[in-house]
C-alpha cells in the first residue's frame, strides 16, 4: 500500500494563491508552487509541503497524517521530488467548471485570459470517466444510439449493432435503463470516481457503480 498512498501526495500539488506561496518559499505560479512543493518534501521541510496542498486535500489529511505517510514512504517521496523537478514544459494552468446538471466546462488559461477548451466542441467526450458518464446520459436522452455503442467495450461490442440496441432499450429494457440513467444523471454534479489504472469506478444514487475502462483513447462502461 506504500505506493498508492505517497502518490496520493502529489493530488494536493496544487497552487493556492499568495498566502501559500508565501508560507512555502514564495511561489507565484504553477511552476513556482510545483518547484517549492517538490523541494520542500526533498528536504523534509513537511510542514512547508502541507501548506502547498489544495484546501481540499488539507481537509482530507490532517498535517500529523501527512508527516507519517511522508516519513513511511521515503523511497517513493525521493521518486516524486525528482520526477516534480526534472526540466518539464511550460504547465498548462486549467479549470473545470460544473453546472448544477453535473456538466462540465474545462478552461485554460491563455495569454492572460481564461479560453473555453476544444473539448467543448465534442458534446460526447470521453476523455474521463465523468466525461463518458455525462455524454452517456446525453446520447441516451437524444436517443443517439449509434453514439452509445462507443461507450460499449470491444469485447462486449462484436455483433452488436445500433439498431439491436435501440430495439432492445426502447423495448423491455426501457423502464430499467431510464430509471438508471436518471439516478445517474441526478448524481453527475457530485459523482465519485476511483481510477486505478485503466479501469475506474464510479458511484452514483443510494448505493449504484459504474464500472468504466478505457480503451482505444476514451472510457467505455463495462457494467451498471
Not at 484546501?55 to 516524486?80: C, K, L, T
Not at 511550460?90 to 473539448?119: F, I, K
Not at 467495450?153 to 431510464?178: D, I, S
Request: a negative charge; hydrophobic letters at 40%.
Amino acid at each position: 500500500m506504500a505506493r498508492p498512498r505517497a502518490a496520493w501526495l502529489l493530488l494536493g500539488a496544487t497552487w493556492l494563491g499568495s498566502g501559500a506561496g508565501c508560507a512555502a518559499g514564495g511561489a507565484s505560479g504553477p511552476r513556482e508552487a510545483v518547484r517549492s512543493y517538490a523541494l520542500a518534501l526533498r528536504e523534509g521541510r513537511t510542514a512547508d509541503a502541507y501548506a502547498l496542498l489544495s484546501a481540499e486535500a488539507r481537509g482530507r489529511v490532517s498535517q500529523r497524517e501527512f508527516e507519517r505517510m511522508v516519513a513511511e514512504n521515503g523511497r517513493e517521496i525521493e521518486d516524486i521530488s525528482a520526477g516534480l523537478l526534472a526540466p518539464a514544459e511550460v504547465p498548462r494552468v486549467t479549470a473545470t467548471l460544473t453546472s448544477p446538471e453535473g456538466e462540465r466546462l474545462l478552461l485554460v488559461y491563455e495569454d492572460g485570459g481564461w479560453r473555453v477548451d476544444g473539448s467543448a466542441l465534442d458534446l460526447y467526450a470521453r476523455d474521463t470517466p465523468e466525461a463518458a458518464l455525462s455524454s452517456f446520459v446525453r446520447a441516451f436522452t437524444n436517443k443517439r444510439y449509434d453514439v452509445l455503442l462507443r461507450f460499449v467495450p470491444e469485447a462486449k461490442r462484436e455483433g452488436m449493432t445500433e439498431e439491436q440496441l435501440r430495439r432492445a432499450w426502447e423495448g423491455e429494457q426501457r423502464p430499467q435503463v431510464e430509471q438508471l440513467t436518471q439516478a445517474l444523471a441526478a448524481s453527475l454534479p457530485n459523482l465519485h470516481v476511483e481510477v486505478l489504472g485503466t479501469r475506474a469506478t464510479a458511484t452514483y444514487g443510494t448505493g449504484g457503480t459504474v464500472e468504466l475502462v478505457h480503451e482505444q483513447g476514451g472510457w467505455r462502461i463495462e457494467d451498471f
